[in-house]
């Protein structure tokens, strides 16, 4: 999953779900009238999918995997969302 939010506050204010990304999920990007680009950071849960170029095949690299339990919450049937969550020094926290 890549949370977008605001870098001031922590604030996530849009998601893009899944597990594994590739360089093109990886490069969109969340446009806010209220919120200059710059201030707009990603958060990833999960892998991103890369390839090797060298080696011609495709690698995984890792993402805050210890915060892959919230990412389950948000997968699950309970009413937990992102956007109960901001983004405090690099983690999760719930407001």
């Not at 998601?15 to 680009?37: A, P, S, W, Y």
């Not at 901001?86 to 719930?94: A, D, E, R, V, Y």
């Amino acid at each position: 999953m890549i949370l977008f939010y605001q870098k001031k506050t922590g604030k996530i204010f849009a998601t893009m779900d899944g597990r594994v990304h590739d360089e093109k999920q990886l490069n969109c990007f969340i446009v806010d009238d209220q919120i200059d680009k710059e201030e707009i950071g990603k958060y990833i849960i999960g892998w991103i999918q890369k390839y090797n170029e060298k080696e011609k095949e495709t690698d995984k690299i890792g993402y805050n995997l210890d915060q892959f339990k919230i990412l389950e919450k948000f997968e699950d049937i309970t009413p937990e969302s992102p956007l109960d969550y901001k983004i405090i020094n690099g983690k999760l926290q719930k407001c």
